[in-house]
Structures are given as structure tokens and as C-alpha cells.
């Protein structure tokens, strides 16, 4: 119960398709979504598979909770290896897709192979079929879910699609959920690359409809746990500022704490912060609110800009990150701009952090001669400059010149351009940093550094926790280890149900309504456990494709000290780096060099995937 108990595994190399048994026992273990595709991908790839090849399967998860009535339970995730970082990836997504796709009778899709020509899946409860695709082949995704829904007569059918940043096989390439073109929020699986996966595949969407219902183990005690849970949100002080702002009201708070990454990081003030602020934004290009399935939260907000050069784009979002990466990163001055850079992403199907870093990127190699105006295709590399900002997004989607080198991710740039812009390419694992520079909020540092997808704000977001301390603690390395690995291992927890990041309950909500949902019977310290126990299966198969402590590190700009603002002076540099790694392996129970001991494999269950045996 809370599983549908299917798995739908399709092939696309022979055109075919089976319907499986979920093993309740790797259920109970892994509970959904990130843990379970861990513990299934782990299994089904070997060491160097590529990611872009057909041996690399693409997992497309639910958890026991989702579409359910448990507060923000329409989320699912995608789980593959990434051909950002070669390494492990699991890729989020809200809207309406992940509920269908329960409701289609399957936990999880499992799509193997490569097709010979462009295609994409239809799924209608039992009924699946790989269809024709080259119609849709070259065309943005707003434009993808417009022709699927028009030819299946369907406006409400749920629709995974990638854009042509996919099919060129940009390795930052993202899925996007539905198109802004909906009074539901859609969303994107943006980071790491699972858009590329799909298009190494000749996949281009994957259209959901589901007419069945998800049972219980106890539907009353579900209920109550749920009206309870929905009830906690509704109360929480943070809801109403989330449904007024989204996660836009960052912009400002990070700008006054000196955290909002400015000019490839060069900085971390911002003086036209109040220009693409959510305050800001709220006034000039809102026009209305959105919601995932079942999310009291309605976070998402609708956007078009009304007048000037940008006139008529409209938008779902942007969200801080966009604000942060693709505004302030970039230089850009005003929030109609980044509503446009926003909108040319979603539909190009690009992820919109790592498209802000390298272009941010390319623009810093501008100023320290890196790249010449000719590489620009004739432009200034000026922070700031919009037309080069717009002319990059287009070239990285359709590879075009430096494009075409920028697709590959910020750290394979930097490799092919040389000239000393390693030194400022801004990734880890070769995944480019979100929106918080850990000069400004040291705990990100080693959040970033031990993430298990590269660079990520998801895995332990610490900065609210640093900066509203009192005394605040941002500046420090002290405590960062335990809070690191508390939170990393609680959000594997979380990730896995799978319920939004943003949604205000407590531990013992999640263990309640997973009860009441499966019948599992975890006690809270059983549900943490499985979260540990995930943590640790994605850093063995890390650690399978070669990481290390080595890689557990830091862009070399870090080492800088900021020049200004709350955060002047504040560096990370290798010293302290390694001594919150230290700290956090020795509470992790790993060996100095990163590597989960054999004890601890033994306490979380995990011999059987300990390849040193
Ligand atoms: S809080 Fe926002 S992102 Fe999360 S489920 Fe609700 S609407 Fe979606």
C-alpha cells in the first residue's frame, strides 16, 4: 500500500515494454524516489557507462506519498548517471506528472535503450505506446506540450518533455514538467542533465494519463495524518511569505548578508539587488500564483512583462536561483530580462543555474582575456550585457560556436579554454554552483564539497540556519560537520517519500503519514536510518566511479577573500576545508579518504553493495 507495486520497464532499443514487480523489501529499505532509484540504478549499471550511451538507464520515480493528500505530494524524480558529472543523479520535479503516473497504476518508469528514430511514450493507465516523435523533433517544449495535448485531445494530460538543448545533448540539459501555458504549476528536472540522457536516447516526451486510485494501508489514519500535516502548513509563519513571494524574497536577504553570487562570483553585493528583488518583481511582472498537485504553499507565480524591450514574455517564475544565476551572476540589471533569459531556458530546455554559471563563466573569461570579442560572436563580454546574454543561451542550446564548448558544463569548458580560467570555473564534481556563495554561509562550503550530485543547495541547505543564529554562525567552520550530515541524510529521507523541499513539517509528520500510507511501521530513528543508509548507497556509487576525498573540494575562487560587504575578507580556503571533511567523515563513520567503513556498511544494511568485498 502507498505503492502501486509496478514497475513499467520499456525499451526502447526493441520497442517493447513489460510490466514488473517493485521488490517491497528494496521499498521498505529505500522508501521512493531518490533511495529506491539509488538502489535500482546501482544494480542495473556497471562502472563507466556512459551516460549518454544506451546502457544508462532513465528512472522516472514516485515515492508511497506521492499523489496522495499528504501536503506538496505531487513531486517525483529522475534518477540516472549524469553526464554533467559522471557521477550519481537524482533530478526533482513538481506539477501534476508525478500524481499521473501513480495514478497510471506504476511507481516507477524504467526506460532502457536508445531508439533509432525520435519518439516519444504514451502511457493511458495500461495502455503504452512508443510513438512517431519526428514531427516534435527541433521544438521548444512550451510548443511540445501544446502539439501532444492537441493530438491526444487531452488539455489536462501530463507531459515530460525535452527541448533542443536535450536533443543536442547539452550535458546540462534539463526535462521540463508541462509548459507555463497551464493555470497548474509544471516545473523542470533542471540539474545534472537528465534532459541530455533523454535525448541520447531519441526520446523526446513522455505523455501521462492515470484514472486509478492510490490505496492506503490505513485510509483513516491517513487522512488524519494528512489533514493534520496540511493543517501544520496552513498555520506555519512561513506560509504566507512562501505564497506572496515564492522563493524570490531571498534576493534581497541574500544581498544584505553578502552571500548573492554576483559577476561569476567575483563579488557578493550586488547594487541593482532591488531591481530583480521578489519586492520588486511582485509589482512589476506578477500576474498570478500557481500550485503543484495538493500544495497548500502555491509558491509558483506567474509572470509577463508588460512594457518595454521585453514586452509580452511570459513566464512560470523565475525563482531565486534564476534571479541569482542568471541575474546578479550575470550581471543582468533588470527582472524583465531574467523573465526572458527564464522563459528562452524553459523552453530551449536548459537548466537555468548551470546556464547562468557558464555564461558568467564566459563572460569573466572576457575580462581576463580568455576569450576574445570574436569568440563572443562579436560582443563586449561585459557582465551585464544583454544581447550577449540572450546570443549565449541560444548558441549553448544549439551548440553554435563557443557554444558548442560552453554545452559541455563549466569545468570541461574551462579545460578546453585554458588560459588559466580554471582558476574561476565554478563547480564541483563538474556541477555549477547554486545560488549561495559559501564565502557569505561557510556551512555551504561543505555541503557543496560532500554533495552527492556536485554542487547542490538541496542536499543541506545550512544558510538560514548559519545567519538567523544568534550569534550567526555563517563565518564559522564550527558545527558545520553534524549539521551537514544531519541535514543531508533527513533530505534523502525526505527525497525519497517524495514531498517538496519547501513544504514547513516535522519528522514525525513524514513518519506519521509513511505509516499510515505503507504499514511500514518505522519508528523516527528508522525513517533517519533510511536516509543514511541512501546517502551512503549514492556516495558507494560514487566512490565506484572513482571519487574520492580529492573530489570532495572547492572551486579555487573560494579561496579568494570576498572584497566587500557583510562577508569581506571571508575566504574558504583549503585548511579549513579540510578540517570540516575531517570532522564529517569521522561522524559519517568514513575512513579519512571518504570511504563509508565497513562497520558502518554493516550497521546500514549495505554489505551486499560494499564492492571491496
Ligand atoms: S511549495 Fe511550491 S514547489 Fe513545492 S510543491 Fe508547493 S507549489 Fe510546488
Redesign the pocket.
Known amino acids: 500500500m502507498g505503492y502501486t507495486g509496478k514497475i513499467l520497464e520499456i525499451d526502447l532499443t526493441h520497442a517493447s515494454h513489460e510490466v514488473t514487480d517493485l521488490d517491497m523489501e528494496l521499498a521498505r529499505r529505500f522508501i521512493g524516489g531518490k533511495g529506491l532509484g539509488a538502489a535500482l540504478l546501482y544494480r542495473m549499471i556497471k562502472k563507466g557507462t556512459d551516460p549518454l550511451g544506451p546502457h544508462n538507464p532513465l528512472l522516472f520515480v514516485t515515492g508511497p506519498l506521492t499523489g496522495t493528500m499528504a501536503p506538496?505530494s505531487?513531486?517525483w524524480c529522475v534518477v540516472t548517471k549524469s553526464p554533467l558529472t559522471g557521477l550519481f543523479l537524482d533530478s526533482h520535479a513538481?506539477g501534476y506528472f508525478g500524481t499521473e503516473l501513480k495514478k497510471a497504476g506504476y511507481d516507477v518508469i524504467m526506460i532502457k535503450g536508445r531508439s533509432k528514430a525520435p519518439v516519444y511514450i504514451s502511457i493511458k493507465d495500461k495502455g503504452v505506446e512508443i510513438k512517431d516523435a519526428g514531427e516534435l523533433r527541433g521544438k521548444g517544449t512550451v510548443e511540445t506540450v501544446r502539439v501532444l495535448r492537441r493530438v491526444h485531445n487531452d488539455p489536462k494530460l501530463r507531459i515530460a518533455s525535452i527541448g533542443p538543448a536535450g536533443e543536442n545533448l547539452v550535458r546540462f540539459a534539463m526535462i521540463a514538467v508541462d509548459s507555463h501555458e497551464q493555470k497548474e504549476?509544471g516545473?523542470q528536472a533542471g540539474r545534472g542533465g537528465a534532459g541530455a540522457v533523454m535525448g541520447s536516447k531519441n526520446l523526446k516526451a513522455v505523455a501521462v494519463k492515470g484514472t486509478g486510485k492510490i490505496e492506503y494501508y490505513r485510509r483513516d489514519g491517513f487522512i488524519e495524518s494528512a489533514r493534520k500535516a496540511n493543517q501544520k502548513v496552513l498555520d506555519s509563519p512561513v506560509t504566507e511569505l512562501?505564497r506572496k513571494y515564492?522563493t524570490t524574497r531571498i534576493v534581497k536577504i541574500m544581498n544584505e548578508f553578502g552571500i548573492l553570487p554576483t559577476n561569476n562570483f567575483n563579488t557578493t553585493i550586488f547594487e541593482h539587488a532591488e531591481n530583480i528583488s521578489g519586492e520588486h518583481m511582485i509589482e512589476a511582472i506578477v500576474i498570478g500564483d500557481?500550485?503543484?498537485f495538493n500544495?497548500p504553499?502555491?509558491?509558483?507565480k506567474q509572470s509577463l512583462v508588460k512594457e518595454g524591450k521585453y514586452k509580452g514574455t511570459e513566464v512560470e517564475g523565475p525563482e531565486y536561483e534564476l534571479l541569482a544565476l542568471m541575474g546578479s551572476n550575470c550581471g543582468i540589471t533588470n527582472v524583465e530580462a531574467v523573465a526572458k533569459g527564464a522563459y528562452m531556458v524553459d523552453d530551449l530546455g536548459l537548466d537555468g543555474i548551470s546556464t547562468g554559471v557558464v555564461i558568467s563563466f564566459a563572460m569573466d573569461c572576457y575580462q581576463y582575456g580568455a576569450l576574445s570579442r570574436d569568440e563572443l560572436f562579436g560582443y563586449e563580454g561585459n557582465f551585464g550585457n544583454e544581447e550577449l546574454y540572450f546570443e549565449l543561451i541560444n548558441a549553448i542550446a544549439y551548440r553554435k560556436g563557443i557554444g558548442n564548448i560552453l554545452a559541455e558544463g563549466v569545468r570541461t569548458a574551462s579545460e578546453k579554454i585554458g588560459k588559466g580560467s580554471e582558476e574561476y570555473a565554478m563547480h564541483v564534481k563538474g556541477m555549477e554552483l547554486p545560488g549561495y556563495d559559501p564565502r557569505g554561509s561557510f556551512g555551504m562550503g561543505l555541503a557543496y564539497a560532500t554533495s552527492d550530485r556536485g554542487a547542490c543547495h538541496q542536499r543541506a541547505w545550512t544558510v538560514f540556519n548559519e545567519i538567523f543564529a544568534d550569534p550567526p554562525t555563517n563565518h564559522s567552520i564550527i558545527g558545520k560537520a553534524g549539521l551537514v550530515k544531519d541535514t543531508q541524510d533527513e533530505r534523502a529521507a525526505a527525497f525519497s517519500l517524495v514531498l517538496?523541499?519547501?513544504?514547513p513539517i516535522d519528522v514525525e509528520d513524514f513518519v506519521n503519514l509513511i505509516n499510515a500510507s505503507t504499514g511500514f511501521g518505522y519508528s523516527k530513528e528508522e525513517y533517519l536510518r533510511c536516509g543514511e543508509r541512501i546517502w551512503n548507497l549514492t556516495r558507494l556509487f560514487n566512490i565506484r566511479e572513482g571519487i574520492s576525498r580529492k573530489d570532495d573540494n572547492l572551486p579555487a575562487r573560494l579561496q579568494d577573500p570576498l572584497p566587500e560587504g557583510p562577508s569581506k575578507g571571508c575566504a574558504i580556503t583549503d585548511e579549513m576545508l579540510d578540517s570540516m571533511l575531517d570532522e564529517y567523515y569521522e561522524y559519517r563513520g568514513w575512513t579519512r579518504d571518504g570511504i563509508p567503513g565497513q562497520e558502518k556498511l554493516k550497521e546500514l544494511g549495505l554489505e551486499e553493495y560494499d564492492e571491496r568485498l
Open positions: 506538496t505531487g513531486r513538481g504549476r516545473g512562501r515564492g500557481k500550485a503543484c500544495c504553499l502555491r509558491c509558483g517538496c523541499d519547501f513544504v
